[in-house]
């Protein structure tokens, strides 16, 4: 399978701290990426570098073969709209409804008429499985779970080849977060998408993941399949897949809770 991202010898740094350091990965054409560490190994870091958000002070980005870094302009402009991003609080502006949302972008990027672009966006309403009467909400009158949905619609606005998620099930309900993994792993199959996730949540990992990318030590550690990660001799990959709540994602069994004495 080809890369869709290659990113080459990255060192992201704010002040003295090194976030990443020689950081290798491959995002291979179609796949789900599942990309996971412990807190602040920089997975959002990561994120925003491959989006063009976060300039890197050294090695390379490549989007379809096109230096991310060198690209300047409206090929630059293409290149990003080839991406669409999910950012973890979805980040909807709140004073505009979901409809108004999802065209904006449709609007400013695809330089679509008020009216055609606001048909658009009901067609990727419907495309997420919200209901039509959505559109007219604004985000504070949605459910965390219709918060996320209405944010994948408008990152789906410009018909993205790439899909990245920052924690695409944090603060949902297991039985939401489950309807959002079927979701996504629906619109990869119809659409074609490349899907780049970070994620804490085991259930999803298991669930819809191809290939997961564990942070450790400023770098990728590990790449492959759940197994392969699995197998990993490392005590956060240890910790992280083989403790209770790993087992049970891997079981599908809810993992033991703990009760306060
Ligand atoms: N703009 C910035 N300026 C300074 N430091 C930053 C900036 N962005 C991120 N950092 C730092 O980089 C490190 C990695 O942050 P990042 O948000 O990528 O971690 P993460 O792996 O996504 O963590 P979590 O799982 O807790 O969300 C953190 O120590 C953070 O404080």
């Known amino acids: 399978m080809s890369a869709v991202i290659e990113v080459r010898g990255l060192r992201n740094q704010f002040g003295s701290q090194i976030v990443h350091e ?23 870091v990561l994120l925003r570098t491959l989006v063009g958000l976060n300039r890197p ?3 390379s980005v490549h989007l379809f073969g096109q230096d991310l870094l060198t690209l300047a302009g409206e090929p630059r402009l ?6 669409g991003v999910l950012f973890q609080q979805g980040a909807l502006f709140s004073s505009l409804t979901v409809s108004e949302n999802i065209a904006l972008p449709l609007i400013e990027h695809a330089g679509l008429s008020r009216p055609d672009a606001s048909r658009l966006a009901a067609l990727k309403i419907a495309l997420v499985g919200l209901p039509a009467s959505a559109g007219a909400k604004y985000p504070s009158e949605l459910s965390g779970g219709m918060i996320k949905r209405a944010a994948l619609a408008r990152a789906l606005a410009l018909d993205p080849a790439i899909l990245l998620l920052d924690e695409p099930t944090a603060g949902l309900d297991p039985i939401s977060a489950a309807a959002f993994d079927a979701l996504i792993l629906t619109l990869r199959d119809a659409l074609g998408l490349t899907v780049f996730m970070v994620t804490h949540d085991l ?5 819809i993941s191809d290939r997961i990318a564990v942070l450790a030590g400023r770098r990728v550690l590990v790449s492959g399949t759940l197994a392969q990660v699995a197998a990993t001799d490392d005590p956060w990959v240890r910790d992280y897949f083989h403790g209770p709540r790993g087992r049970a994602a891997a079981s599908g069994q809810p ?3 703990t009760h306060p004495t």
Do not use: W
């Open 22 to 44: 020689n950081l290798e990965l491959d995002l291979l054409r179609g796949e789900i990426l599942g990309v996971v560490g412990g807190s602040g190994t920089g997975k959002s």
């Open 255 to 257: 993992p033991p809770r």
């Open 78 to 83: 293409a290149l990003a709209r080839r991406l």
């Open 57 to 59: 002070q050294a090695g």
């Open 203 to 207: 259930d999803t990992l298991h669930a």
